[in-house]
């Protein structure tokens, strides 16, 4: 059974940093793209990053030069390093896992992150 469960939101002061981690457990491997989507009240959500099992890295125009997605396969592990953070970047931050081609596809239960002095 696939379980994708982040870590590392919060409440930090506009312009400040958040580094958040998603953990995989289960059949998950590197072939497996990792992404980061998020979701505001009355949004829809949408895509933050994404990462290719060799480091191929796509970003949403509005976290460009101030997001980070890394990965560490061997620890299953999925990093988003959130810098310069701004009050529209509060929101729900998902992450997922999917297969090319396929139909497999996983989300995580979200963490929150807020931005606000």
């Known amino acids: 059974q696939v379980q994708l469960v982040e870590s590392g939101g919060g409440l930090v002061q506009p312009g400040g940093s958040l580094r958040l981690s998603c953990a995989a457990s289960g059949s998950i491997d590197s072939r497996y793209v990792m992404g980061w989507y998020r979701q505001a009240p009355g949004n829809q959500r949408e895509l933050v990053a994404t990462?290719?099992?060799?480091?191929?890295?796509n970003y949403g125009d509005s976290v460009k030069g101030r997001f980070t997605i890394s990965r560490d396969n061997a620890k299953k592990t999925v990093y988003l390093q959130m810098n310069s953070l701004k009050p529209e970047d509060t929101a729900v931050y998902y992450c997922k896992a999917f297969l090319v081609g396929s139909t497999r596809n996983y989300w995580g239960q979200g963490t929150q992150v807020t931005v606000s002095s």
């Open positions: 990462i290719y099992s060799r480091g191929t890295t």
